[in-house]
């Protein structure tokens, strides 16, 4: 299983980016993708999951963030509009099971200037 996540970059507060987790060797229809992201000197933390029937966001990123997926292209996207310098860290998408084998991928940075 390889989830690769990319899309990060440097944006100023109020701006938009959208993240994509391209998986291979699993279908993300049928399992539980999460976005988790980790700030500087902080834990990891979830901010959103997508499940085959449900889709899911944080409260601390409700009302901006969006989670989607696209089965043909076997993707998961984080949409997040609105960001804060708060919303700075490496973004990392995983499964459940990643999570609990503490396999993380590189992640991608999320930068945003105030």
């Known amino acids: 299983v390889q989830l690769q996540a990319s899309g990060g970059g440097l944006v100023q507060a109020g701006g938009s980016l959208r993240l994509s987790c391209a998986a291979a060797g699993i279908n993300i229809s049928n399992v539980v993708i999460g976005w988790y992201r980790q700030a500087p000197g902080k834990q990891r933390e979830l901010v959103a999951s997508?499940?085959?029937?449900?889709?899911r966001v944080e409260s601390a990123v409700k009302g901006r963030f969006t989670i989607s997926r696209d089965n043909a292209e076997n993707t998961v996207y984080l949409q997040m509009n609105s960001l804060k310098p708060d919303d700075t860290g490496v973004y990392y998408c995983?499964?459940?099971?990643?999570?609990?084998?503490?396999?993380w991928g590189p992640g991608t940075l999320v930068t945003v200037s105030s």
């Open positions: 997508i499940s085959t029937f449900d889709a």
């Open positions: 995983n499964t459940p099971m990643g999570v609990a084998n503490s396999h």
